[in-house]
């Protein structure tokens, strides 16, 4: 019997290859065993999944390592989604994760204040993001955990300054990930590189600092010596510009709709979204609310842009964002 895997499982086995550490091994695994289907035909697959796994886990458990600083790369996803905010030192990184989120970050002028990974949480409208702060990227070197962690994001922020040859720093940020094997979505290698499988992620790049009508002019300077196009935001920590639009991009980038149940006879409850990837299903929303829903569901009605008020679907009817949706079983 085939075993009929989901897209998601071939992407995570590529993240699983390209694995550094044990704990990125161990946590790639635990998301293959969690996409495989259960039935025949990923009988043998699953039981190898779980060798691999009571493997490494005992060998992850006769290591003796710097844990606490493990964990700090080691960051579950939450809300609608993970974005990191990477790039060179002292480009406003940290000042921006503070603007959005509210953090508590270090904002200072001396290079290379963030040493570790902070996470915080930014809303827009009525979900939240998770933006993650990134200790600077280094010709030098750049650490296998913070690589990993880029790799897991859903999304990269790379932030330049737009006082301080931003063209020069996004170069040197974006040839610094591609060493790595961490390429833009929409610029791909021509040919796969050597040392294993590649990364590609969403990115947009926000050119920071950008406070005030010199440095809107500074901005079209960039615009246009650019030698190949990125997608680019201005944006100013100090003086907020922009940053509702970002919240806005960000979302868009993430490839997510908000969807919005309601009980057969009640007003929809339209403050709680469902988070879901676009494309998703009704019987996507329904394995997201309960199990019981999916096992049960006999159909479901819609209230939203692509049908008209209440109209009845079936489970593999493919939801649009804002939709309200209301499962029967």
């Avoid at 989901?6 to 161990?26: G, L, S, W």
């Avoid at 827009?124 to 990227?137: I, M, S, Y």
Wanted: proline share 8%.
């Amino acid at each position: 019997m085939p075993a009929n895997l989901p897209p998601d499982y071939f992407e995570i086995e590529k993240r699983f290859r390209a694995a550094e550490t044990i704990e990125e091994k161990i946590e790639a695994l635990q998301e293959m065993m969690s996409v495989v289907p259960k039935h025949k035909g990923t009988d043998h697959l699953r039981a190898d999944l779980r060798r691999k796994l009571a493997k490494l886990k005992e060998e992850a458990q006769s290591r003796k390592g710097a844990g606490r600083r493990d964990s700090a790369f080691r960051i579950p996803k939450a809300g609608a989604g993970q974005a990191v905010l990477v790039g060179p030192t002292n480009t406003g990184k940290s000042a921006l994760m503070a603007a959005l989120t509210g953090a508590p970050a270090e904002v200072s002028s001396v290079p290379h204040t963030t040493w570790e990974p902070l996470p915080g949480m930014m809303p827009v409208e009525d979900v939240q993001v998770q933006l993650v702060d990134t200790p600077p990227l280094s010709q030098d070197y750049v650490e296998p955990r913070l690589r990993e962690l880029i790799r897991r994001a859903d999304l990269v922020l790379l932030v330049v300054d737009l006082l301080e040859d931003p063209i020069a720093q996004l170069q040197e940020a974006a040839a610094i990930l591609e060493n790595y094997r961490i390429f833009p979505r929409h610029r791909p290698p021509r040919q796969a590189p050597a040392g294993g499988a590649i990364t590609t992620l969403p990115f947009l790049v926000l050119v920071n600092k950008c406070d005030d009508e010199e440095g809107e002019e500074l901005y079209k300077i960039f615009c246009e010596l650019m030698e190949e196009p990125w997608p680019c935001l201005p944006v100013s920590a100090l003086t907020g510009r922009n940053l509702e639009r970002l919240k806005q991009e960000v979302l868009r980038n993430l490839n997510v709709i908000r969807v919005y149940t309601k009980a057969p006879g009640k007003e929809p409850d339209l403050h709680h979204p469902f988070v879901l990837k676009k494309g998703a299903s009704v019987a996507e929303l329904a394995g997201k609310i309960h199990k019981d829903f999916l096992e049960k569901m006999k159909f479901a009605r819609v209230w939203g842009k692509g049908v008209y008020d209440g109209q009845m679907v079936q489970r593999d009817y493919l939801l649009q964002d804002g939709d309200v949706v209301e499962i029967h079983i």
